[in-house]
């Protein structure tokens, strides 16, 4: 196996107010700082969506939507001629649609990778407060000269990031494509410098048997997942199989039947001969795989933080801070525009349009040992 070492874990403050009947912390994420819409009500929410379909036809603008963002905003997305997917598809269609406006349902990460990759287009996002544990936890000062302590290191960073820490890459990955990435500089012998998440770092170390200096980061979602809790779970459904997300512990993946991104585990609740799944990641996702397997069960995988006195709370607070009011907003006024700086920008693109062109690749069985060679510091 290849070496392993990992910066100490990063630890990430997070606002957590009392709840106001108890005095406690609140366990759910729904509670956390973020600025979580009220759900409309029925009448509200088919004007909002009159509306937004409407404003997306006379502003020219389609929408991306992450499988993790509230329902009706995976569902709007598809009914106009948009996309629902992990990131990578989002900024694989932001790039080649041809509408001038893009309106991207996700975290900040998101809209500035699409702004990036479509700099002449309007980005446009519901809330630009909507922000990633992981990005959060991966300053791009300190992440610079954590690789200058590593000059002898390619560096490869997940998606999750700012795009002045994409600018520092060499290579920009998603969930998706990271463990061929790696495998391919891998065996070219090359030595990787990986952020931000230990998790998702810690298993393409194992599966690859890459030599990797990783940065210590996690997803408060995904960390909060407990291999005691699924254990148990498990007991009480002895058919099921788990889907786990590789940003989750160790000892949470080690219990999974299948372990991939987001579109792998689309693919493995279609593909596996199983009728009850237990999931461990964003719940967001289970509305897409109830949509696509309806006569299958799917069950959110246990968490149990500090002070969480719920089972389950396993929702991204920036993710539920997409509503439909925000998005009728940003398209009727302007606001909520993305922008990256263009020498940013430039920078930012070079990483991503490596990993666009090394999956454009694999995808059609094409060779690319020639998109990995001599890039980086190896």
């Given at each position: 196996?290849g070496?392993?070492?990992?910066?100490p874990?990063?630890?990430?403050?997070?606002?957590?107010?009392?709840?106001?009947?108890?005095?406690?912390?609140?366990?759910?994420?729904?509670?956390?700082?973020?600025?979580?819409?009220?759900?409309p009500?029925?009448?509200?929410?088919?004007?909002?969506?009159a509306?937004?379909?409407?404003?997306l036809r006379?502003?020219?603008?389609?929408?991306?939507s992450?499988y993790?963002?509230?329902?009706?905003?995976?569902?709007?997305?598809?009914?106009?001629?948009?996309?629902?997917?992990?990131?990578?598809?989002?900024?694989?269609f932001?790039?080649?649609?041809?509408a001038?406006?893009?309106?991207?349902?996700g975290?900040?990460?998101?809209?500035?990778?699409a702004?990036?990759?479509s700099?002449?287009?309007?980005?446009?996002?519901?809330?630009?407060?909507?922000?990633?544990?992981?990005?959060?936890?991966?300053?791009?000062?300190?992440?610079?000269?954590?690789?200058?302590?590593?000059?002898d290191?390619?560096?490869?960073?997940?998606?999750n990031?700012?795009?002045?820490?994409?600018?520092?890459?060499?290579?920009?990955?998603?969930?998706?494509?990271?463990?061929?990435?790696?495998?391919?500089?891998?065996?070219?012998?090359?030595?990787?410098?990986?952020?931000?998440?230990r998790?998702?770092?810690?298993?393409i170390?194992r599966?690859?048997?890459?030599?990797?200096?990783?940065?210590?980061?996690?997803c408060?979602?995904?960390?909060?997942?407990?291999?005691?809790?699924?254990?148990?779970?498990?007991?009480q459904?002895?058919?099921?199989?788990?889907?786990?997300?590789p940003?989750?512990p160790?000892?949470?993946?080690?219990?999974?039947?299948?372990?991939?991104?987001?579109?792998?585990?689309?693919?493995?609740?279609q593909?596996?001969?199983?009728?009850e799944f237990?999931?461990?990641?964003?719940?967001?996702?289970?509305?897409?795989?109830?949509?696509?397997?309806?006569?299958?069960?799917?069950?959110?995988?246990?968490?149990?933080?500090?002070?969480?006195?719920?089972?389950?709370?396993?929702?991204?607070?920036?993710?539920?801070?997409?509503?439909l009011?925000?998005?009728?907003q940003?398209?009727?006024?302007?606001a909520?525009?993305?922008?990256?700086?263009?020498?940013?920008?430039?920078?930012?693109?070079?990483p991503?349009?490596?990993?666009?062109?090394f999956?454009a690749?694999?995808?059609?069985?094409?060779?690319?040992?020639?998109?990995?060679?001599g890039?980086?510091?190896?």
């Amino acid at each position: 196996m290849g070496l392993e070492l990992t910066l100490p874990v990063i630890e990430v403050d997070y606002e957590q107010p009392l709840d106001a009947a108890e005095g406690s912390s609140a366990c759910s994420t729904r509670h956390a700082w973020a600025r979580v819409p009220p759900e409309p009500g029925p009448k509200e929410r088919e004007a909002l969506k009159a509306r937004i379909r409407r404003l997306l036809r006379e502003r020219d603008a389609v929408m991306v939507s992450h499988y993790y963002v509230h329902p009706d905003l995976q569902d709007l997305a598809e009914e106009t001629g948009g996309l629902v997917s992990d990131s990578l598809e989002m900024a694989r269609f932001g790039r080649d649609h041809a509408a001038r406006t893009l309106v991207v349902s996700g975290v900040r990460f998101m809209g500035e990778t699409a702004k990036i990759l479509s700099p002449e287009k309007r980005v446009l996002m519901p809330d630009l407060d909507a922000t990633c544990s992981l990005d959060l936890g991966c300053p791009a000062d300190e992440f610079d000269r954590f690789c200058a302590q590593h000059p002898d290191r390619t560096v490869v960073v997940y998606a999750n990031t700012s795009a002045a820490v994409k600018a520092r890459a060499d290579w920009l990955v998603t969930s998706s494509c990271a463990l061929d990435v790696v495998r391919a500089l891998n065996a070219q012998g090359q030595k990787i410098l990986w952020a931000p998440d230990r998790h998702l770092g810690d298993y393409i170390r194992r599966e690859t048997g890459a030599d990797m200096v990783s940065w210590g980061g996690a997803c408060i979602v995904h960390d909060e997942f407990k291999a005691l809790e699924l254990e148990l779970l498990k007991q009480q459904h002895p058919a099921a199989r788990v889907l786990v997300h590789p940003e989750a512990p160790a000892d949470v993946i080690a219990l999974a039947d299948a372990v991939g991104s987001t579109s792998a585990i689309l693919s493995a609740a279609q593909r596996m001969d199983a009728s009850e799944f237990i999931v461990a990641t964003d719940s967001g996702m289970l509305h897409k795989l109830r949509t696509l397997n309806p006569g299958k069960t799917f069950i959110e995988a246990p968490t149990a933080g500090n002070s969480a006195t719920c089972k389950s709370c396993a929702h991204c607070p920036w993710m539920a801070m997409n509503g439909l009011a925000g998005l009728a907003q940003v398209l009727e006024t302007g606001a909520g525009e993305v922008h990256v700086d263009p020498a940013l920008g430039l920078r930012a693109r070079v990483p991503i349009d490596r990993m666009l062109a090394f999956t454009a690749a694999l995808r059609g069985g094409q060779p690319v040992d020639h998109l990995v060679a001599g890039i980086g510091a190896a």
